[in-house]
């Protein structure tokens, strides 16, 4: 059997959140731009981060299969079940009976789910795995702890 990450699902809550603050300029990443050091307006992380609510759920990730993309242990995913899995687009997958968070590759009618981590190999979905896509991630939240 395949080892594969502990995946921590959770539903998104539609209740209301009160926005947190922005920064009226963008945040430069190279130098840093002394007449923007204070804050203007308020922004709300669901209305930026989530297009469909009812079908966006949260993970937190467990495991090291895919550091080299930068997806690290204890990171959030903002996962949408109603967008379709692309070539070259990570996803959340349903094989050998857990979760799992891969690259989706596309080969030749094939479809593999790619770590980006050397010591994990390719898994390919096969119905005899019950393999399955559960939805695109979205987004990374990597926290600084």
């Known amino acids: ?75 959030l995913i903002l ?7 692309e070539n070259g687009c990570m996803v959340l997958a349903w094989v050998d009976g857990g979760f799992t968070v891969k690259t989706l590759q596309l080969k030749e009618g094939r479809a593999f789910l790619q770590a980006a981590h050397p010591a994990y190999p390719d898994l390919e979905l096969q119905e005899e795995n019950g393999a399955k896509l559960w939805g695109v991630v979205t987004h990374v939240i990597h926290s600084c702890e």
Do not use: H
Not at 20 to 42: C, I, K, T
Not at 79 to 85: A, E, G, L, N, Q
């Open 1 to 75: 059997m395949i080892q594969t990450p502990a995946i921590t699902l959770a539903y998104m809550d539609n209740s209301p959140t009160p926005p947190l603050p922005r920064a009226e300029a963008p945040v430069p990443a190279g130098f840093p731009s002394p007449a923007d050091d204070y804050l203007e307006e308020r922004i709300d992380l669901t209305q930026e981060l989530v297009q469909n609510p009812s079908s966006t759920f949260l993970a937190r990730v467990r495991g090291e299969s895919m550091q080299d993309a930068g997806l690290l242990d204890g990171d």
């Open 79 to 85: 996962i949408d079940r109603s967008r379709r899995p």
